[in-house]
């Protein structure tokens, strides 16, 4: 296997890069993750992760090669949803977001539903009238509203924040995903102000981590 690098990407915890793979002849582009050595572990889990999503149907990148310390993935040509909301489009990707989620939160343990957590607006690509998921370091099951409610935090406050577009957009996704998963969503309001808070902790952290 060999490949050229492109560009490196934006991430926080690892170093990310398209890449332009060479296999035999052939050529495409790929997405190299590479995991530091304090966060080698979460390499197998977000291995498995994947595996366990694709086999369930739900849209991810396939994983091409795996190594002890780096990820190669397929990449997915399309629009990441952060952008989508800073250009305060409003589209068809908000239904297909809902529906993403519906079929992640599908997949139980008892009475929780598998939640992806790091809902992160950069972790999902709307490509080809689907949205795919993206990094899945932090699954785990619990409350549904917690993955709901972090998602309509990112879209109301990622710049420009709180503009009427950005309610409508969080309106028309919870009422898709009430339509895809049959389910009445509850005190969304409470869930959306803990979503608020947990974030407000979160940037104290970073603040005096800098």
């Known amino acids: 296997m060999d490949f050229e690098m492109l560009k490196r990407l934006k991430s926080k915890r690892n170093k990310v890069y398209l890449i332009n793979l060479k296999e035999g002849t052939s050529e495409r582009l790929a997405i190299l993750k590479e995991y530091s050595l304090e966060?080698?572990?979460?390499?197998?889990?977000?291995?498995?992760?994947?595996?366990?999503?694709?086999?369930?149907?739900?849209?991810?990148?396939?994983?091409?090669?795996?190594?002890?310390?780096?990820?190669?993935m397929e990449y997915v040509q399309g629009e990441l949803v952060v952008d989508l909301v800073d250009r305060l489009k409003i589209g068809k990707w908000l239904d297909k977001l809902a529906l993403w989620m519906t079929k992640l939160h599908d997949i139980k343990k008892g009475k929780n539903s598998l939640l992806k957590k790091d809902v992160n607006l950069r972790n999902f690509i709307y490509s080809n009238g689907n949205i795919y998921?993206?990094?899945?370091?932090?699954?785990?099951?619990?409350?549904?509203?917690?993955?709901?409610?972090?998602?309509?935090?990112?879209?109301?406050?990622?710049?420009?924040?709180?503009?009427?577009?950005?309610?409508?957009?969080?309106?028309?996704?919870?009422?898709?995903?009430?339509?895809?998963?049959?389910?009445?969503?509850?005190?969304?309001?409470?869930?959306?102000?803990?979503?608020?808070?947990?974030?407000?902790?979160?940037?104290?952290?970073?603040?005096?981590?800098?």
Not at 58 to 72: A, G, M
Not at 140 to 160: A, K, Q, T, V, W
């Open 39 to 72: 966060n080698r572990k979460l390499l197998d889990i977000e291995y498995d992760n994947i595996n366990m999503l694709k086999d369930s149907d739900i849209l991810v990148p396939e994983i091409l090669y795996k190594n002890k310390d780096s990820l190669i």
């Open 133 to 210: 998921g993206l990094d899945f370091e932090e699954v785990g099951y619990g409350d549904i509203r917690l993955d709901l409610s972090n998602i309509c935090f990112f879209i109301l406050r990622n710049e420009p924040s709180f503009k009427k577009e950005k309610y409508t957009m969080m309106n028309r996704f919870l009422e898709s995903y009430e339509n895809y998963s049959k389910k009445k969503l509850k005190d969304m309001d409470s869930f959306l102000l803990l979503a608020t808070t947990e974030a407000e902790k979160r940037r104290a952290i970073n603040n005096k981590t800098k």
